[in-house]
């Protein structure tokens, strides 16, 4: 039996193995989801989750502070799903830049001083993960009779983060 810290454990380890979310925000300020790059401080055991973007795009233009947001996230083994909740603030910290800056975000930018980078700090409120949802194996427990819903009962949790 899977209980809601192994859940949470599980989602955080495919998060910094995977990193791509699709975030956007809601309320007063809204913009469409889309891919974003998560990040992690070194030795984090969870949030919050840094994102780097350009002060050009509607995430980077945010305006108020704490705006609501909401993410979703699907590991690439399909073994770890969820949707989360929160609040995304500018943070451009320079240390925090500093200690994030890999190789893969400076590829979108003219170095750490690029006068456009805006590093987004998401606080996360609540989520739902689900673990070993695969629907090609719910798929094959139907073709042999079984029900699916009763392997996945205490494989999805609602967390609060």
């Known amino acids: ?8 454990e599980k989602f955080f380890k495919a998060l910094k193995s995977d990193r791509t979310i699709m975030l956007g925000l809601s309320g007063s300020q809204v913009a469409q989801p889309r891919p974003m790059t998560a990040l992690l401080e070194d030795g984090a055991e969870e949030g919050p989750i840094w994102l780097f973007t350009s002060n050009e795009t509607e995430l980077g233009r945010i305006q108020i502070p704490n ?3 909401c993410a979703t996230f699907a590991s690439k083994g399909h073994n770890v799903f969820a949707t989360f909740h929160g609040n995304l603030t500018v943070h451009n910290d320079r240390d925090m830049i500093e200690r994030l800056w ?3 975000v400076g590829a979108w930018f003219e170095g750490k001083d690029d006068p456009k980078i805006t ?3 998401f606080d996360l ?7 070993d949802a695969s629907s090609l194996l719910a798929g094959i427990k139907i073709l042999l009779g079984a029900d699916p819903k009763r392997d996945y009962e205490d494989k999805v949790a609602k967390v609060q983060l």
């Open 67 to 69: 705006a609501p947001a």
């Open 102 to 104: 890999n190789p893969f």
């Open 1 to 8: 039996m899977t209980d809601e810290h192994d859940i949470k």
């Open 119 to 121: 590093l987004l700090r």
């Open 125 to 131: 409120s609540d989520a739902e993960i689900w673990i």
